[in-house]
């Protein structure tokens, strides 16, 4: 997978220091925030997974938007690279560039209220697949806004709704349709590690145990995660399928 | 084989105005082809339909023997330089260079190299490993042109490359263009600088409110003008200019008249007439006026 995408935006994303470095020290800070303070730890938890879900959203969206109207998006579009290639490969290594400024965040995250290496390293699997799927959302939403503003708008909107959908703002009842939403949406598994992380038991549908290991949280988030992987499944199938598409409304907008 | 055959190309935008109407084209290998037209003649809009960027409501293309709208295979021999250049400004020249070469294909020692000579032969030799957000505008184009050339395309739609280069640029690029049309590359280049047409391109079509008005050599277009001599007076209050029939000739009529006007010549020039003239007795539109 690693082409003339992959190498261009990996130098990109470390050539800007200053927006790396804030990427990463941001988080990091609000992380501290939160997880050193005496907020509950369902609350703790969802602000960690609202940051990291909005931070991978944003993150594919925006820049996207912005490569469209300064025309370099339309220029790559009159290259060889195939359109499923191009976007592909822009979502794997946003993904990847993300995660990597996340990784700090999340450590502290799992760590300050006593999560372990094992959990930690389950975490970061969790964590790159939810911002596949978050980058997957933001291509689709960039696709569909004429404006960075729009894109704004409209990643926030996609991001919120589908993280109420995983029960990160209140756990549906069992047998609801909310808990039915909740066993197809993306980002659960990623609300279960973190509340395990902070030392609370998930109790949603998707969740089958209790503790603070790595071993317990895989098994506590084994739904989730299936779900995660099945939607992230979906986006990519549907995204490698309609990149021709999706790639003509992204250059010829805004 | 041709390189372009385009048939009854049909073009109307979304908001209504017309692109192109009904345009045929052929560019055989080795040809240097120059349209021009006035801003909106549908210059730009032949050379988006020829690179893929939009598909004809009409008409049909065969772009390097394959039908239909160049595919991102497809891609990889045609060259193309927009009217705007965006980059990735905070790369250097050269990354995004090597950026265009990869992603048009190209790869190996040969083409890094073919791409330091083009650099240098444009004069970026020494902003190459400079970020591009420091680049001068000129400098942007120069660098476009190096993408657009360097992965040696058999095909070259350029939109307004003369813009923003410098007499050297200028002369490099011709010299670059002539050395690929004398290997088989075809060029299709817009363009409202007329300067370096005549020598450089070996036809030219006018266009005019989205239709090709004429298509021939610049010696057959402007054969079409007939005896006519360009006068350009200047004096102290205008600048006038003239296409006479005989020449010299009616020099002295004209100061006469100017004198009894009361507004005396100061300077007086008289020359052939060029393409802008051709194209003017063509449509009755002046070109530069509406640059």
């Known amino acids: 997978m690693i082409g003339p995408i992959w190498s261009i935006e990996w130098a990109l994303a470390f050539r800007g220091r200053r927006l790396f470095a804030l990427n990463v020290l941001i988080p990091v800070a609000l992380v501290s925030l939160v997880g050193w303070s005496k907020a509950p730890a369902p609350h703790a938890a969802a602000v960690f997974a609202i940051l990291f879900v909005l931070f991978g959203t944003f993150g594919s969206a925006i820049p996207l938007l912005r490569d469209c109207e300064n025309g370099i998006l339309r220029r790559i579009a009159l290259t060889s690279i195939t359109p499923s290639a191009h976007l592909l490969q822009r979502v794997l290594v ?79 009842l069992t047998g609801s349709w909310g808990a039915r939403v909740e066993g197809f949406s993306p980002y659960a598994a990623l609300h279960d590690v973190l509340l395990t992380g902070v030392g609370t038991a998930p109790s949603g549908p998707t969740s089958m145990l209790v503790g603070n290991s790595g071993w317990s949280a895989a098994l506590a988030s084994a739904p989730g995660a299936t779900s995660l992987l099945f939607v992230t499944a979906v986006l990519l199938a549907a995204t490698w399928r309609l990149a021709g598409p999706l790639q003509r409304r992204l250059a010829s907008s805004p | 084989m041709r390189v372009v055959g385009a048939t009854g190309l049909t073009y109307r935008y979304g908001s209504g105005r017309l692109g192109i109407e009904d345009i045929d084209l052929e560019v055989s290998p080795g040809e240097i082809v120059a349209l021009i037209g006035p801003n909106g003649s549908g210059k730009t809009t032949l050379l988006r339909l020829l690179s893929g960027e939009l598909a004809p409501q009409s008409g049909s293309i065969v772009i390097l023997g394959t039908p239909g709208s160049a595919s991102p295979g497809l891609r990889a021999r045609i060259g193309v330089v927009h009217d705007q250049t965006p980059h990735f400004g905070l790369l250097t020249g050269r990354e995004n260079a090597r950026f265009f070469l990869a992603a048009n294909g190209a790869k190996g020692p040969e083409s890094e190299r073919e791409l330091d000579a083009l650099i240098d032969r444009m004069g970026l030799g020494d902003a190459a490993d400079v970020s591009v957000d420091a680049y001068s505008f000129g400098m942007r184009r120069k660098l476009a042109l190096v993408e657009a050339l360097a992965h040696r395309p058999e095909l070259l739609l350029l939109d307004e490359p003369f813009i923003g280069l410098d007499p050297k640029a200028l002369g490099a690029l011709s010299a670059v263009l002539s050395e690929r049309a004398a290997s088989g590359a075809a060029t299709l280049l817009a363009t409202n600088d007329l300067g370096p047409v005549a020598a450089l391109c070996s036809r030219v079509a006018f266009f005019h409110d989205g239709k090709k008005v004429a298509d021939a050599s610049p010696a057959e277009l402007l054969a079409n003008i007939g005896e006519h001599t360009i006068v350009e007076v200047r004096t102290g209050t205008r600048q006038l200019r003239f296409e006479v029939e005989r020449g010299a000739s009616e020099l002295p009529r004209i100061c006469q008249e100017l004198v009894d006007a009361g507004d005396p010549p100061e300077s007086i020039q008289v020359r052939e007439p060029g393409l802008a003239e051709v194209f003017r007795f063509l449509t009755g539109v002046d070109l530069e006026d509406r640059l």
């Open chain 1, 94 to 172: 946003g993904a990847a560039v993300d995660g990597l400024q996340l990784l700090p965040a999340l450590g502290l995250a799992i760590m300050v209220r006593g999560g372990g290496v094992d959990l930690l390293v389950l975490a970061i699997a969790v964590l790159f697949l939810s911002l596949l799927v978050a980058g997957l959302v933001g291509l689709w939403v960039a696709a569909f806004a004429r404006s960075i503003a729009e894109g704004a708008l409209f990643s926030a909107l996609a991001a919120l709704l589908l993280l109420h959908a995983s029960g990160i703002f209140r756990t549906p």
